[in-house]
Structures are given as structure tokens and as C-alpha cells.
């Protein structure tokens, strides 16, 4: 079993910055792809980012490219999700996630194998 702890959330200006990180355990974390998604009220999870084991591959949702960058550190059993020029339309809960190979090779990016509990960033206007 993997366990993943989201940290970093909380209230910014629109234009600011925010890093989100996320602590796993449980499992060799070079062997996990990993994924941050988030929700808004009413509507489904909406994939993010995601960095494939050693971080040579990245993929990233239309409406945070340029913007955001996910990054890991494996000797830390670490993944981040910087943030940059934030919007109100980025408020959201954002899930930490890590994906099997399988599912990471599918690419099924919105389905991730395990989940952290989730932190809440706010973008003011």
C-alpha cells in the first residue's frame, strides 16, 4: 500500500505563487509514476500533471502549461507541483496521486492508483 500527504495549500493573490508537495510511503517511490489532479465543487477530477519514475517524461493539461511544473525528488520519496501566475479559475482541491506502470502506460492520467487526502488551494481576484 502506498500512502501520500499533501502540503502547500492555502490562499493566494491571482498572480502569485504556490508549491504543493507530496510525501509518499509504503513503496520503492522510483517505482511510481506520479500525478496531481484537482476538483471543484460539482465537478469531476480534472487531471493536472503527471512525471513519469526518474522525471525524463512530464505531461501537463492545456490550461496549466507554462504555468505549472511537477517535479520529484526520489531521494526524498517526493513530488511537487509548482505553481506560477495563478488564476481564480486554478481554485481548486489538489489530489496528489501515483500510478502503477499500468495504469501510467495507458494513459488513463485522470485514474490514479493511490491518493493523498487532498489540500485546497484558493485564488483570490
Known amino acids: 500500500q502506498v500512502q501520500l500527504v499533501e502540503s502547500g495549500g492555502g490562499l493566494v493573490e491571482a498572480g502569485g505563487s504556490m508549491r504543493l508537495s507530496c510525501a509518499a510511503s509504503?513503496?520503492?517511490?522510483?517505482?511510481?509514476?506520479m500525478g496531481w489532479l484537482r476538483q471543484t465543487p460539482g465537478k469531476e477530477r480534472e487531471f493536472v500533471a503527471a512525471?513519469?519514475?526518474?522525471?525524463?517524461?512530464?505531461q501537463y493539461a492545456d490550461s496549466v502549461k507554462g504555468r505549472f511544473t511537477i517535479a520529484r525528488d526520489n531521494a526524498k520519496n517526493t513530488a511537487y507541483l509548482q505553481m506560477s501566475s495563478l488564476k481564480p479559475e486554478d481554485t481548486a482541491v489538489y489530489y496528489c496521486?501515483?500510478?502503477?506502470?499500468?495504469?501510467?502506460?495507458?494513459?488513463?492520467?485522470?485514474?490514479?492508483?493511490?491518493w493523498g487526502q487532498g489540500t485546497q488551494v484558493t485564488v483570490s481576484s
Open positions: 496521486t501515483a500510478y502503477r506502470s499500468s495504469t501510467y502506460y495507458s494513459g488513463r492520467l485522470d485514474t490514479g492508483d493511490y
Open positions: 509504503g513503496r520503492d517511490f522510483s517505482e511510481l509514476a
Open positions: 512525471i513519469s519514475w526518474y522525471g525524463g517524461n512530464t
